[in-house]
Nanobody
Framework: QVQLVESGGGLVQLGGSLRLSCSAS????????MGWYRQAPGRQRELVAR??????????NYADSVKGRFAISRDNAQNMVYLQMNSLKPEDTAVYYC?????????WGQGTQVTVSS
């Protein structure tokens, strides 16, 4: 059974930082591209950051809105993916989801709420 479990969300003030974690089980983690998405109320889910599998060189890409502020990383030995979020803004408020993708297989976590107050 595949499980992606996010943690680390919460309430933070403008300019603050949070680190999200995602623990993956039930998949061959090193073969999967891992990503963080977010969905704000009334908006579509959007990609925040993605890190490719180790076999794909672990290349990284970010949404323009978070470049220079967020950093994604993965620990293949621990089956973990992280999102370090700095200089948070109210517009970063959303539910953040962990995502795993390989070929036609894709899985989602249950999401963790991030709220940035001004």
């Amino acid at each position: 059974q595949v499980q992606l479990v996010e943690s680390g969300g919460g309430l933070v003030q403008l300019g603050g930082s949070l680190r999200l974690s995602c623990s993956a089980s039930g998949i061959d983690f090193n073969l999967y591209h891992m990503g963080w998405y977010r969905q704000a109320p009334g908006r579509q889910r959007e990609l925040v950051a993605r890190i490719l599998s180790g076999f794909s060189g672990s290349s990284i890409n970010y949404a323009d809105s978070v470049k220079g502020r967020f950093a994604i990383s993965r620990d293949n030995a621990q089956n973990m993916v992280y999102l370090q979020m700095n200089s948070l803004k109210p517009e970063d408020t959303a539910v953040y989801y962990c995502h795993a993708l390989r070929l036609t297989n894709n899985y989602w976590g249950q999401g963790t709420q991030v709220t940035v107050s001004s």
